[in-house]
């Protein structure tokens, strides 16, 4: 049997657990807005790029 201080100690152990893993979760989720941001600007440098380059070859001939 666990005693009643275990206890307290355990379930603040467990909330400073789900308090990190929350930490954790809100920071991947930044994180992969912040993927998602740099790669459609880079994405769209990309295009503009290949776009430029189809125009040149085009005119050019």
Known sequence: MTTTT???T????LARLEAT???L???VS???QDVRTYFIALLTLMITMWVT???AIIMRT
Not at 10 to 13: H, I, S
């Open 6 to 8: 275990e206890q307290e």
């Open 30 to 32: 930044d994180l992969k």
């Open 25 to 27: 979760v809100r920071e």
């Open 10 to 13: 355990t379930n603040e152990r």
């Open 21 to 23: 893993v929350e930490a």
């Open 53 to 55: 380059l189809m125009v």
